[in-house]
């Protein structure tokens, strides 16, 4: 079983749609704290590293054999945890990818709490590549309260509209897993990239069976 630590329980239905179309079998735990983003946002992803360690022993406890994390603001602290399981944050895939496809990379988030920790996770990529990047970041201000009524169309189309104005990057990074709608309404040449779907697949799932052998008999 996979683990999925959420901070927004419309998270769910996108991870379980992936799993379905590229993922048939794998077995998901969800599990939501909103209130971990709330507390993150407000003092800062290290004061909830208690709380993450304590979801992720009980994810384990209940036979979780890797966990997801797909919040980017407390995805270093789950990642630093020590769980005992592997533990994945979910922008990390596009992180590595961001910096393949060249130096300059542009991030959008819509939660201020965000830009720290994937600005970080980009560096790190960069430095584990050996190649070099200029990170710079914008903040969506206008798009968030759309999520939180639950216009979640008008939150992509803002997100969508700001990804377009980009100039100058290699590579576009949308540092929330909420943002990835906002990927099939922009119109920029820009590479746009979001955790979601790399992220799943880059998380260890259960041991695949080794396929049958042949049987070989001696014949006498």
Request: glycine content about 10%; charged content about 20%; aromatic content about 2%.
């Amino acid at each position: 079983m996979l683990a999925l630590l959420h901070t927004s329980p419309l998270h769910v239905p996108v991870f379980d749609a992936l799993r379905d179309e590229h993922h048939p079998g794998l077995a998901l735990r969800h599990l939501v704290h909103e209130e971990l983003l709330t507390r993150a946002g407000h003092d800062g992803p290290e004061a909830v590293a208690d709380d993450v360690r304590a979801v992720l022993a009980g994810a384990v406890a209940d036979g979780a054999r890797a966990v997801l994390c797909t919040c980017s603001t407390i995805g270093g602290v789950a990642e630093a945890a020590g769980a005992g399981v592997p533990v994945l944050r979910v922008d990390r895939p596009t992180a590595a990818a961001a910096v393949a496809a060249g130096p300059r990379v542009a991030v959008l988030a819509t939660v201020a709490s965000t830009l720290g920790p994937t600005v970080s996770l980009i560096e790190e990529e960069a430095r584990r590549a050996g190649r070099p990047v200029s990170v710079r970041t914008l903040l969506v201000e206008d798009a968030w309260p759309h999520f939180a009524a639950g216009d979640t169309g008008e939150y992509a189309r803002r997100v969508a509209a700001a990804a377009d104005a980009v100039t100058g990057a290699d590579a576009i990074v949308l540092a929330q897993v909420s943002m990835t709608p906002a990927q099939r309404l922009v119109s920029t040449a820009v590479p746009v990239r979001a955790g979601t779907r790399a992220g799943l697949a880059a998380a260890p799932g259960p041991p695949r069976p080794e396929p049958a052998r042949p049987r070989c008999d001696s014949g006498g």
